[in-house]
């Protein structure tokens, strides 16, 4: 009597265990839609109609991404682990922090530094998913986006370092290096490469001393 319980007991945990996983995956993949992320009109009304005018969101492939398959994980860790991070924004929809484009605007340096570190702590992960360094063909990019990302490969640079404000308005008081950085240009030049080959204003001598 005593082992058909204990396996009674054992089925019915294991049942209850998966009724519960189920209904959690279920939840997550719920909030893991475009339709939710701009379910409260904070989101709708700012960054959504900035993604609308972006080619990630139309294009003449049709091929989309939408908010969860840049801003979660596809992996089941770090996606609940962004989850339970993305609740810190709720807080700031129940607190009245971001609910007219006013605040909206005032908070979202802050709010963009937050998913610029999380990008690169994770070596642009996301968007790794569909844009993969290793299938680039470079010879069939412009001259600049060519040399730009051999090099940038070649320093161990990730997506987000050069790509903010792909998909959303830079913050106000972002300031963007024109040209590239100091430390880019030291880089440029240890290589020896050449001016023009980023900047097409720039003339093409036919002896540059290199």
């Known amino acids: 009597m005593k082992f058909h319980r204990s396996i009674k007991i054992l089925l019915f945990g294991f049942i209850i265990g998966i009724l519960f996983w189920g209904g959690f995956h279920t939840a997550i993949e719920k909030t893991n839609t475009l339709d939710f992320c701009i379910s409260c009109h904070e989101m709708q009304d700012n960054v959504f109609q ?94 600049r986006s060519k040399n730009v990302h051999q090099v940038g490969q070649e320093r161990g640079r990730t997506c987000i370092d050069c790509h903010k404000g792909i998909a959303h308005h830079l913050p106000e008081g972002f300031k963007v290096e024109k040209g590239g950085s100091d430390e880019d240009h030291i880089y440029y030049a240890e290589k020896k490469l050449a001016c023009y080959l980023c900047h097409p204003d720039m003339p093409e001598p036919e002896d540059w001393g290199f």
């Open 50 to 143: 900035e993604y609308k005018k972006t080619i990630h969101y139309k294009n003449r492939t049709g091929v989309t991404a939408t908010c969860p398959d840049c801003h979660v994980p596809k992996a089941w860790y770090p996606k609940l682990k962004r989850k339970i991070l993305a609740s810190k924004e709720l807080f700031y929809k129940f607190t009245g922090t971001i609910d007219t484009k006013e605040k909206f605007e005032k908070k979202r340096l802050e709010l963009a530094q937050q998913v610029w570190t999380f990008l690169e702590n994770s070596d642009s992960r996301e968007c790794k998913s569909c844009h993969s360094p290793k299938s680039m063909s470079l010879s069939l990019q412009q001259r």
